[in-house]
């Protein structure tokens, strides 16, 4: 009977706490490049209500890219517009999170806790939204939307200075705070003994993510209404220049400059891959309280991997594009801020289950073997993050072409890629975006005015 018990509540606590099939699915979906499937499933794991509104953040976030991936902007923009009201809500969700929630959250891992969304989930949430009105013309709500991404891009530091700050006083005002500090500084032996090197994930600086600040400033160079518009563009242009010395970059910043000398020509602005994302690690960490009564005392926490490419570049003629910013630099860099905060918690959890495992295992062992099957079964990783955002960006220019077709070619493949351009020359972007070589390329034209 007693075994019985143990097993029971070890299944129940495992079938909680794994990840969803319907992720698995969508990811085989991505790698086989059923697009359609993906997106599909993206927008029903989404939670529609009855007002068409999604009541899952990642999921929409999900639905909202491939919705844009296959050039459905409207529809795109309305998922995402939901999803930003999720992440509006985002505090007071979680602050009035059911009880059970709560409860969950303690006695097994995060994941029982709603998504909670990063800094550059939200930065790329309105450009995704701006690049969707650009490139139906509506310059209006693209402003708004660039407004937004310039406003969210530079309360970062802020954000991460508080979140910091934060952690700091968690830890201090914690039950069993000495315990746990004491477990935190033997971590570092513990990661290097795993072969995990926390100290490479490096964000740009400010937490900036280039890519967004460059196309803010691009969209005001090729559509601006007057000075201050212009001054919006060098502003951003100058600040992405610092952060990657592309010579696009610093070529469109003397263009700012001198606006009115601006030629037809053609921005190819390429979004190749799929980004970072995080697997599990296992780790056993000096949580001094180990005893030979103990059975468990092991912590489960999130560890990034490296993002996959499309291609390794995209190709006018003989010019091939050369990277402008790395989203996996972006996303490691917040994580390894967040991740103090996650090992933090993850020890403090730790410590309470093993505390409470000692406790029913002076009582009675068969209490402290269920305790120990229950941990190590809880002792899960929030592996969740929004797995369609790209690997990195690409960015060169071309002359506009004489008969209004431009050709594109991606390594590897073996038919080349027209993309017919307006008869009227003008600035024009060519926005392309590559999920993996299984899946075709999309393509659209942001237009200037």
């Known amino acids: 009977m007693r075994r019985l018990l143990i097993t029971c509540i070890s299944a129940a606590v495992l079938a909680g706490c794994a990840t969803p099939e319907s992720t698995r699915n969508f990811k085989l979906e991505l790698q086989a490049g059923n697009i359609p499937a993906a997106t599909e499933r993206a927008v029903t794991e989404s939670d529609l209500n009855k007002e068409d509104q999604p009541e899952d953040l990642l999921w929409a976030l999900e639905a909202g890219t491939l919705l844009r991936y296959s050039t459905l902007s409207e529809r795109s923009t309305r998922m995402l517009d939901g999803a930003e009201a999720l992440m509006k809500d985002d505090d007071t969700r979680n602050v009035v999170a059911s009880g059970g929630q709560q409860v969950a959250a303690v006695l097994t891992n995060d994941n029982a806790l709603p998504y909670s969304p990063n800094v550059y989930d939200t930065v790329m949430l309105n450009t995704y939204k701006a690049l969707n009105f650009w490139q139906q013309g509506d310059y209006a709500n693209a402003r708004v939307e660039w407004n937004r991404v310039d406003d969210r891009q530079r ?18 005002a914690g039950d069993n705070a000495d315990l746990v500090n004491r477990s935190l500084a ?48 060098k502003t951003s242009l100058e600040r992405a220049f610092a952060l990657t010395y592309h010579a696009q970059v610093k070529a469109d910043l003397a263009s700012a400059r001198r606006p009115k000398k601006l030629k037809p020509a053609v921005w190819v602005l390429f979004e190749n891959g799929l980004a970072a994302s995080k697997r599990e690690l296992r780790i056993d960490l000096p949580l001094f309280l180990v005893t030979g009564a103990l059975h468990y005392t092991g912590i489960a926490l999130p560890i990034m991997e490296d993002g996959v490419p499309a291609y390794p570049h995209i190709a006018v003629g003989r010019q091939k594009s050369q990277p402008l910013a790395n989203m996996d630099t972006i996303i490691k860099g917040e994580f390894k801020t967040r991740f103090n905060a996650i090992l933090v918690r993850e020890i403090i959890r730790a410590t309470a289950k093993t505390v409470l495992q000692k406790q029913l295992n002076d009582q009675n062992p068969w209490l402290g073997l269920a305790a120990a099957v229950a941990q190590a079964a809880s002792t899960q990783a929030d592996l969740r993050g929004w797995i369609t955002l790209p690997h990195d960006f690409h960015l060169m220019q071309v002359p506009y072409p004489k008969d209004n077709v431009l050709t594109l070619t991606l390594p590897g493949t073996e038919a080349d890629i027209e993309v017919p351009l307006p008869g009227q020359k003008a600035p024009v972007v060519v926005y392309v975006r590559a999920l993996n070589a299984a899946a075709a390329p999309s393509i659209q034209l942001l237009a200037s005015k």
């Open 155 to 172: 309360r970062a530091a802020e954000h991460f200075e508080a979140e910091i700050a934060k952690q700091r006083d968690e830890v201090e």
């Open 186 to 233: 033997g971590s570092d032996a513990a990661f290097e003994k795993a072969g995990v090197d926390v100290s490479q994930w490096t964000p740009y600086a400010g937490y900036i993510n280039p890519a967004a600040l460059y196309l803010h400033g691009l969209y005001f160079l090729l559509n601006g209404e007057g000075k201050a518009d212009y001054d919006k563009a």
